[in-house]
Nanobody, 113 residues
Framework: QVRLMESGGGLVQAGGSLRLSCTTSGIILGTTVMGWYRQAPGKQREFVATITTGGITNYADPVKGRFAIYRDSAKNTVYLEMNGLKPEDTAVYYC???????WGQGTQVTVSS
C-alpha cells in the first residue's frame, strides 16, 4: 500500500522560501513518476512539478525558475524547494504518485504580501 505524507508547509512572506517534503512508503522512488500539485481556494487542483524515473523534471510555467523538485531515494522522500514565493502560490500542496493514483493529504502554504 502506497502512503504519502507531506510536511513543511506554513506561512511565509512574499519573496521567502519553503521546502516541502513528501515521505513515502510502499513505493520505491525511481520506479514511478512523482509529482507535486496544488489547489488554491475556489480553484481546481493544478500541476506544479514532476520528476520521472530517470530524474527528468517538468514544471508548470508559473513556477519555472523558482521551484525545484528532487528526490532522495535513501530517505524515501521527495522534496519541493520553493523560492521567490508569491501570494498567488498560496494553496494546499499535494504530493502524488500519479501513475499509481496515490495522493497525500496535503500541506498548506500561505504567502503573505
Amino acid at each position: 500500500q502506497v502512503r504519502l505524507m507531506e510536511s513543511g508547509g506554513g506561512l511565509v512572506q512574499a519573496g521567502g522560501s519553503l521546502r516541502l517534503s513528501c515521505t513515502t512508503s510502499g513505493i520505491i522512488l525511481g520506479t514511478t513518476v512523482m509529482g507535486w500539485y496544488r489547489q488554491a481556494p475556489g480553484k481546481q487542483r493544478e500541476f506544479v512539478a514532476t520528476i520521472t524515473t530517470g530524474g527528468i523534471t517538468n514544471y508548470a510555467d508559473p513556477v519555472k525558475g523558482r521551484f525545484a523538485i528532487y528526490r532522495d531515494s535513501a530517505k524515501n522522500t521527495v522534496y519541493l524547494e520553493m523560492n521567490g514565493l508569491k501570494p498567488e502560490d498560496t494553496a494546499v500542496y499535494y504530493c502524488a504518485a500519479p501513475h499509481r493514483d496515490s495522493w497525500g493529504q496535503g500541506t498548506q502554504v500561505t504567502v503573505s504580501s
